[in-house]
Protein backbone atom coordinates (compact mmCIF):
# COMPACT_ATOMS: atom_id res chain seq x y z
CA UNK A 1 0.00 0.00 0.00
CA UNK A 2 1.20 3.21 -1.22
CA UNK A 3 2.17 5.44 1.94
CA UNK A 4 1.41 8.91 2.12
CA UNK A 5 3.29 11.86 4.29
CA UNK A 6 2.57 15.43 5.09
CA UNK A 7 5.93 17.39 6.46
CA UNK A 8 5.92 20.59 7.78
CA UNK A 9 9.05 22.78 7.63
CA UNK A 10 11.02 20.48 5.04
CA UNK A 11 12.99 22.77 3.86
CA UNK A 12 16.14 22.75 6.07
CA UNK A 13 17.30 21.24 9.78
CA UNK A 14 15.32 18.63 11.17
CA UNK A 15 12.37 18.58 8.14
CA UNK A 16 14.51 18.20 5.64
CA UNK A 17 16.43 14.83 6.84
CA UNK A 18 12.39 13.76 8.14
CA UNK A 19 11.27 14.11 4.61
CA UNK A 20 14.27 11.86 3.22
CA UNK A 21 14.55 9.59 5.76
CA UNK A 22 10.43 8.92 4.84
CA UNK A 23 11.27 9.25 0.57
CA UNK A 24 14.39 6.97 1.69
CA UNK A 25 11.39 4.55 3.27
CA UNK A 26 8.94 4.17 0.27
CA UNK A 27 6.47 7.09 1.23
CA UNK A 28 5.02 9.85 -1.11
CA UNK A 29 6.13 13.18 1.01
CA UNK A 30 4.12 16.21 0.30
CA UNK A 31 6.67 18.77 1.58
CA UNK A 32 5.52 22.46 2.75
CA UNK A 33 7.72 25.58 3.59
CA UNK A 34 7.99 29.23 2.85
CA UNK A 35 11.36 28.73 0.92
CA UNK A 36 11.33 24.94 -0.90
CA UNK A 37 13.61 22.44 -0.79
CA UNK A 38 16.81 21.30 -2.27
CA UNK A 39 15.09 17.45 -2.31
CA UNK A 40 14.90 15.95 -5.68
CA UNK A 41 12.67 13.01 -5.50
CA UNK A 42 9.96 11.26 -7.62
CA UNK A 43 7.92 10.74 -5.09
CA UNK A 44 8.87 14.43 -3.27
CA UNK A 45 6.34 17.50 -3.30
CA UNK A 46 7.66 20.56 -2.79
CA UNK A 47 4.47 22.99 -1.73
CA UNK A 48 4.94 26.69 -0.93
CA UNK A 49 3.10 26.72 2.89
CA UNK A 50 3.21 29.60 5.25
CA UNK A 51 1.38 28.00 8.61
CA UNK A 52 0.71 31.25 9.77
CA UNK A 53 -2.10 32.09 7.07
CA UNK A 54 -4.89 30.13 6.89
CA UNK A 55 -5.09 31.27 2.97
CA UNK A 56 -2.06 29.41 2.73
CA UNK A 57 -2.90 26.37 4.92
CA UNK A 58 -5.84 25.71 2.62
CA UNK A 59 -4.18 26.09 -0.49
CA UNK A 60 -1.61 23.71 0.28
CA UNK A 61 -4.39 21.16 1.29
CA UNK A 62 -5.75 21.89 -2.41
CA UNK A 63 -2.89 20.40 -3.44
CA UNK A 64 -2.40 17.99 -1.71
CA UNK A 65 -6.01 16.59 -2.47
CA UNK A 66 -4.80 16.53 -6.43
CA UNK A 67 -2.73 13.75 -5.93
CA UNK A 68 -4.41 11.80 -3.19
CA UNK A 69 -7.01 11.97 -0.01
CA UNK A 70 -5.14 9.96 2.46
CA UNK A 71 -2.71 10.99 4.43
CA UNK A 72 -1.25 8.01 6.68
CA UNK A 73 1.69 10.07 8.47
CA UNK A 74 1.68 13.88 9.58
CA UNK A 75 4.51 15.39 10.83
CA UNK A 76 3.98 18.55 12.65
CA UNK A 77 7.41 20.03 12.71
CA UNK A 78 7.61 23.80 11.56
CA UNK A 79 8.29 26.20 14.55
CA UNK A 80 10.67 29.61 14.98
CA UNK A 81 12.83 30.26 17.86
CA UNK A 82 14.46 33.80 18.99
CA UNK A 83 16.51 34.21 21.90
CA UNK A 84 16.23 36.97 24.63
CA UNK A 85 15.18 37.86 27.66
CA UNK A 86 11.06 38.76 28.55
CA UNK A 87 12.28 42.38 29.04
CA UNK A 88 14.37 42.99 26.14
CA UNK A 89 11.84 40.77 24.26
CA UNK A 90 9.35 42.30 21.51
CA UNK A 91 5.73 42.13 21.44
CA UNK A 92 5.61 41.46 17.83
CA UNK A 93 8.39 38.76 18.22
CA UNK A 94 6.57 37.11 21.41
CA UNK A 95 3.56 37.35 18.84
CA UNK A 96 5.38 36.02 16.17
CA UNK A 97 6.39 32.80 18.08
CA UNK A 98 2.46 31.80 18.95
CA UNK A 99 1.17 32.39 15.07
CA UNK A 100 3.69 30.17 13.53
CA UNK A 101 4.74 27.17 16.71
CA UNK A 102 1.26 27.40 18.13
CA UNK A 103 -1.94 28.63 15.85
CA UNK A 104 0.09 27.31 12.75
CA UNK A 105 -0.33 23.74 13.49
CA UNK A 106 -3.54 24.65 15.14
CA UNK A 107 -4.55 25.27 11.33
CA UNK A 108 -2.51 22.46 10.10
CA UNK A 109 -4.62 20.15 12.53
CA UNK A 110 -7.78 22.22 11.34
CA UNK A 111 -7.76 21.36 7.71
CA UNK A 112 -6.28 17.64 7.86
CA UNK A 113 -9.02 16.17 9.40
CA UNK A 114 -10.69 15.15 5.78
CA UNK A 115 -8.05 13.28 5.20
CA UNK A 116 -7.38 10.92 8.50
CA UNK A 117 -7.12 7.40 7.29
CA UNK A 118 -9.26 5.58 10.71
CA UNK A 119 -6.38 3.74 12.95
CA UNK A 120 -3.83 4.34 10.50
CA UNK A 121 -2.93 8.09 10.71
CA UNK A 122 -0.27 9.07 13.01
CA UNK A 123 0.58 12.30 13.98
CA UNK A 124 3.92 12.84 15.26
CA UNK A 125 4.66 16.47 16.53
CA UNK A 126 8.43 17.71 16.99
CA UNK A 127 7.85 19.70 20.35
CA UNK A 128 11.09 20.13 22.73
CA UNK A 129 11.63 19.73 26.18
CA UNK A 130 10.64 23.41 26.45
CA UNK A 131 7.01 22.47 26.46
CA UNK A 132 7.55 21.42 29.87
CA UNK A 133 10.90 22.60 31.18
CA UNK A 134 11.16 26.59 31.27
CA UNK A 135 14.76 27.60 29.94
CA UNK A 136 15.58 31.16 30.41
CA UNK A 137 15.65 33.82 27.36
CA UNK A 138 12.79 31.60 25.21
CA UNK A 139 9.92 33.03 26.89
CA UNK A 140 7.94 33.10 23.46
CA UNK A 141 9.11 29.15 22.38
CA UNK A 142 8.43 27.53 25.95
CA UNK A 143 4.96 29.48 25.87
CA UNK A 144 3.90 28.46 22.22
CA UNK A 145 5.50 25.10 22.92
CA UNK A 146 3.45 24.73 25.98
CA UNK A 147 0.32 25.67 24.12
CA UNK A 148 0.94 23.70 20.96
CA UNK A 149 1.22 20.73 23.55
CA UNK A 150 -2.08 21.41 25.16
CA UNK A 151 -3.73 21.94 21.87
CA UNK A 152 -2.45 18.30 20.78
CA UNK A 153 -3.89 17.13 24.18
CA UNK A 154 -7.63 18.23 23.61
CA UNK A 155 -7.21 16.85 19.80
CA UNK A 156 -6.25 13.28 20.98
CA UNK A 157 -10.33 13.55 22.50
CA UNK A 158 -11.73 15.13 19.66
CA UNK A 159 -10.02 12.45 17.29
CA UNK A 160 -10.58 9.11 19.70
CA UNK A 161 -12.81 7.93 17.32
CA UNK A 162 -10.70 7.98 14.28
CA UNK A 163 -8.44 5.95 16.53
CA UNK A 164 -5.45 8.16 15.14
CA UNK A 165 -1.90 7.82 16.85
CA UNK A 166 -0.33 10.64 18.34
CA UNK A 167 3.29 11.19 19.50
CA UNK A 168 4.67 14.36 20.61
CA UNK A 169 8.34 14.07 20.26
CA UNK A 170 10.19 16.27 23.09
CA UNK A 171 13.86 16.97 22.47
CA UNK A 172 16.19 19.00 24.52
CA UNK A 173 18.78 21.13 22.19
CA UNK A 174 19.54 19.59 18.59
CA UNK A 175 22.68 21.03 17.18
CA UNK A 176 21.13 22.03 13.93
CA UNK A 177 22.00 24.90 11.65
CA UNK A 178 19.00 27.01 13.31
CA UNK A 179 21.76 27.53 16.34
CA UNK A 180 24.07 29.43 13.57
CA UNK A 181 21.50 32.38 13.46
CA UNK A 182 20.71 32.68 17.48
CA UNK A 183 23.45 34.92 18.06
CA UNK A 184 24.70 33.16 21.58
CA UNK A 185 27.29 30.69 21.96
CA UNK A 186 26.32 27.24 23.33
CA UNK A 187 28.80 24.13 23.91
CA UNK A 188 27.43 21.95 20.67
CA UNK A 189 28.58 18.65 21.90
CA UNK A 190 26.61 18.80 24.44
CA UNK A 191 23.50 18.75 22.33
CA UNK A 192 21.63 15.91 20.31
CA UNK A 193 22.81 15.28 17.13
CA UNK A 194 20.60 14.91 13.91
CA UNK A 195 21.31 11.48 13.22
CA UNK A 196 20.50 10.86 17.46
CA UNK A 197 16.97 12.20 17.01
CA UNK A 198 16.39 10.36 13.68
CA UNK A 199 16.91 7.10 15.42
CA UNK A 200 14.17 8.06 17.44
CA UNK A 201 11.99 9.64 15.01
CA UNK A 202 11.98 6.40 12.94
CA UNK A 203 12.15 3.73 15.92
CA UNK A 204 8.71 5.31 16.33
CA UNK A 205 7.46 5.35 13.19
CA UNK A 206 8.76 2.10 12.57
CA UNK A 207 6.45 0.48 15.79
CA UNK A 208 3.65 -1.69 15.25
CA UNK A 209 0.43 -0.09 14.86
CA UNK A 210 -1.26 -1.54 18.14
CA UNK A 211 1.42 0.18 20.44
CA UNK A 212 1.25 4.05 20.88
CA UNK A 213 4.52 6.72 22.19
CA UNK A 214 2.29 9.72 23.56
CA UNK A 215 5.15 11.60 24.56
CA UNK A 216 8.99 10.64 24.92
CA UNK A 217 11.82 13.00 26.44
CA UNK A 218 15.34 12.81 25.36
CA UNK A 219 18.42 14.60 25.99
CA UNK A 220 22.16 13.91 25.72
CA UNK A 221 23.63 12.00 28.41
CA UNK A 222 24.66 15.48 30.11
CA UNK A 223 20.97 16.58 30.60
CA UNK A 224 19.53 19.90 29.90
CA UNK A 225 21.05 22.64 27.92
CA UNK A 226 21.53 25.55 30.07
Known sequence: ??????????SSGLGLEISQSLLD??????GGSRSGTSIEHDNFYDVELDITSEESVMEFYETVREFTEDIHLFVNNAGICHMSPVIEMSTSVFEEHLATNTVGPFL??????????PTETHIISVLSAAAHYGYPNVSGYSASKFGQRG???SLKKEWKNHQVRFTN????AI????WDKMGMTFARDKMLSIDEFMSVFNFVLNSPRRIQ???ITFLN??????
Open 1 to 10: MEKTAIVTGS
Open 25 to 30: QGFTVF
Open 108 to 117: MFKYLAPFIV
Open 151 to 153: LIE
Open 169 to 172: LCPG
Open 175 to 178: DTPL
Open 213 to 215: FPE
Open 221 to 226: KDGFLE
